[in-house]
């Protein structure tokens, strides 16, 4: 049985990175990845930032903080309207035939050129739908007596269900 090796970490990244700047410079660097991607890890990555370097930068300096804040959710509303994009608008992709790419003859240019086809994503409309009105998209659900007895026999069933359709 081969032994189990180990997974050493990530060399670059900025939490295992020796020297890791605590700069202006690096600081700005996190805050406009952040504002692209609103993802900390990967912006701090980005920054050469340890994740304990900015988050003590993040409770000693309320500006900082704000800005941090501020950029995170100019990175969500970036991702909140891709999401949409991709939800209403529709995505291009490639199509396939047995596992190749599928091409046509341009009828202007005469040149062959990839054919593609747009995709929406229902789930993520129904999601963002979900996320934004609440009160009228959300799971609605009913209180059902589950506490049925089992002894009764079928015909009583048939008068139980009557009894409760028709009064």
Not at 68 to 97: H, I, M
Not at 132 to 157: G, M, P
């Amino acid at each position: 049985m081969p032994a189990i090796q180990k997974r050493s970490p990530k060399p670059n990244r900025a939490s295992h990175a020796a020297g890791a700047k605590k700069t202006p410079a690096n600081y700005e660097k996190f805050l406009e990845h952040l504002a692209l991607t609103a993802n900390i890890t990967r912006s701090l990555e980005f920054a050469g930032i340890s994740p304990t370097t900015l988050y003590n930068h993040r409770k000693a300096d309320p500006e900082f903080a704000a800005r941090w804040e501020e950029a995170w959710q100019r990175g969500y509303d970036t991702l909140e309207q891709k999401c949409a994009d991709r939800a209403f608008e529709g995505v291009s992709e490639p199509v396939l035939f047995q596992g190749q790419q599928v091409y046509v003859k341009d009828p202007v240019t005469g040149k062959r050129v990839a054919l593609t086809k747009t995709t929406w994503s229902d789930s993520l409309a129904q999601f963002l739908l979900r996320g934004n009105k609440q009160s009228k998209f959300r799971e609605r659900t009913e209180n059902i007596n589950l506490n049925a007895n089992v002894e009764t026999d079928e015909e009583d069933l048939r008068a139980q269900l009557r009894a409760k359709l028709f009064g």
